[in-house]
């Protein structure tokens, strides 16, 4: 906890000038407070004699709105220059979680519950806001206010002080076995916050296979149990809550009445025992105040607990120290003995080595699970193998920057992503280099330009999320396009024509002839159709290499591929 702490205020550094001015400006407000209420008790003591005239009440008067004005401008100032400094850092935290998340390997994130990655971003750099900007300030408020009344309270009267911290220990001692209690309270609460929105992203996302299988009523129940548990978690919260506000005001009754019955026999006069009184409910008020605001701590500190456990994770796929730019690659690729397994020794794909020449074509055949996706995650270091090597033009993958070699690698993939925005916006990803001549030419090499004019607005058309208003088959063909546009030198194809039509496939396969021109390309796909002009198809089965050859020669020797290949046309 002292550690993550620690790292929590290194936050504020950056903006630690704006914090000092602030907290300077809470000590002056501190102050109005704490004479506030022997300005008032002087007040009376005049107003008790027979020498008081209007003038001296005027005065008065407008001695207590100068100090209520300036008090009022001093927290204006405060908390203009808080809410500066507190939102800068928060934006920063977002970006070093969001950027750390981005560079993180594919791996790692198959792990990760994509909801639970949306509440650490957004929910809990929230609570952490809330901490730079409310409740560090009132924190330091309290605590001062606190002291500066203790100070008054002793100057007063330093023997009613003494019996006052009776009831000070025990506010005391509640307070920090109230922060034991609340803080176990919050991390479940956390807990149980992130899988509710985890289930949620989950399941909204396949909303359309839960009404496929009219299963709305069994989710219904599983989402009663998420919700139940975090009901019941924040219910824990409110009692503890419940139990803790009214002791303490308890307790700071019965030390008011304390201070009337004993105030007077102690010395003090009427006016004495007024400001006594006052600076007591001024004492009692701050420590209320920061067992509030200790709900919010808690709520920040495991805010940023979870979010240092996300930020520790290192990254497995990085540039090695000598990892070098390639400006361009001639598209050279092979495996050499190479094994790999997602987890453990359950490998995927086992001593596997060949070679692609520069500007060839080279095709993946096999059964699902044969290790043909591996592959070509593989090449782009989605994954790192565990044994032997993966070479570019020679060069080692791990020894290419991650950078360079994404740059010149496109991918097409079966379940095609796109955002929300317009046509254009998806195939340029806000790369603003590209022209609208680019563009329209990248449409028109893969064929998509004919249902791109099609719709209402052409590239400047509104898709909806994951481009639901377009066919399958269209999305593939924006997939298609925005691969082209970006000018690669290796072209991955992952299963790209396994859901669409006969009419579009047709389009994608003279697309896929035009493209063999672009560079080197690699094809994993079902559909043998669209790879019979593959200068080699290799054919996977349980992990291992079987086969390799053209399409003619897989056929006339009546392996593995000829048997699919017969298959395959009999259905048709």
């Not at 309270?185 to 396949?206: H, P, T």
């Not at 002791?247 to 009754?253: A, E, K, M, S, W």
């Not at 009337?260 to 007591?280: C, I, K, N, R």
Request: a neutral charge; hydrophobic letters at 45%; charged letters at 20%.
């Amino acid at each position: 906890m002292k550690g993550n702490l620690k790292r929590t205020f290194a936050w504020l550094k950056p903006q630690a000038p704006r914090f000092v001015i602030a907290v300077l400006l809470i000590v002056l407000n501190v102050a109005f407070d704490v004479a506030l209420p022997i300005f008032i008790s002087s007040a009376t003591k005049n107003l008790q004699s027979n020498s008081v005239n209007l003038n001296f009440i005027i005065g008065l008067a407008v001695g207590y709105v100068a100090i209520g004005a300036v008090n009022q401008i001093v927290l204006y100032c405060e908390s203009m220059l808080l809410q500066k400094a507190g939102q800068s850092v928060v934006a920063n935290i977002r970006m070093e979680v969001y950027n750390h998340i981005q560079n993180l390997s594919q791996g790692q994130l198959d792990k990760m519950p994509v909801g639970s990655l949306v509440t650490r971003v957004a929910s809990y750099t929230a609570s952490l806001s809330d901490l730079f900007t409310e409740v560090l300030v009132k924190v330091i408020k309290n605590v001062l206010t606190v002291a500066g009344v203790y100070g008054m309270m002793l100057y007063i009267s330093w023997q009613l002080s003494l019996v006052m911290l009776g009831f000070i220990a025990a506010v005391a001692l509640i307070s920090f076995g109230f922060g034991k209690i609340i803080g176990a309270l919050f991390r479940k609460e956390r807990q149980y916050i992130s899988e509710l929105n985890a289930y949620l992203n989950e399941n909204l996302s396949g909303m359309k296979l839960i009404h496929v299988f009219n299963r709305q009523q069994f989710k219904e129940l599983e989402f009663v149990m998420k919700n139940e548990n975090l009901r019941k978690a924040r219910y824990k919260v409110v009692i503890a809550f419940g139990v803790y506000r009214p002791l303490i005001t308890f307790i700071y009754v019965l030390s008011v009445a304390v201070t009337f019955y004993l105030g007077l026999g102690f010395g003090l006069d009427a006016g004495m025992v007024v400001a006594f009184y006052l600076y007591l409910s001024k004492f009692f008020n701050p420590v209320q105040q920061l067992a509030d605001q200790l709900n919010n701590l808690q709520k920040a500190f495991t805010a940023s607990e979870k979010l240092f456990a996300l930020l520790d994770i290192q990254p497995e796929i990085r540039d090695a120290a000598d990892a070098v730019e390639i400006a361009e690659f001639r598209g050279e690729i092979e495996f050499d003995r190479v094994w790999f397994a997602y987890e453990g020794e359950d490998w995927i794909l086992k001593d596997v080595s060949f070679k692609v020449g520069a500007g060839q074509t080279c095709a993946f055949v096999g059964a699902t699970g044969a290790g043909k996706s591996t592959i070509l995650s593989l090449i782009v270091r989605n994954y790192d193998v565990q044994k032997g090597r993966v070479l570019i033009d020679g060069v080692d993958v791990k020894h290419i920057k991650i950078k360079s070699l994404r740059r010149a690698v496109g991918q097409m993939l079966q379940d095609v992503f796109l955002f929300s925005g317009t046509i254009k916006d998806n195939l340029t990803l806000g790369n603003a280099e590209f022209s609208d001549g680019e563009i329209d030419e990248a449409c028109r090499y893969v064929n998509a330009d004919g249902f791109i004019a099609a719709q209402p607005e052409g590239l400047e058309q509104e898709l909806s999320e994951r481009g639901e208003n377009l066919s399958q088959g269209q999305r593939q063909l924006l997939s298609f396009a925005r691969t082209v546009l970006h000018k690669p030198q290796i072209l991955i194809l992952d299963e790209a024509t396994a859901n669409i039509d006969t009419e579009t496939e047709a389009l994608i396969r003279e697309g896929l002839e035009k493209m063999r021109d672009i560079g080197t390309m690699l094809i994993c796909a079902h559909r043998l159709s669209t790879i019979r002009n593959a200068d080699n198809i290799i054919v996977m089965q349980h992990g291992e290499i079987v086969e390799s050859g053209t399409h003619e020669k897989l056929v006339a020797g009546g392996g593995y591929y000829s048997r699919l290949y017969a298959l395959q046309l009999e259905k048709q």
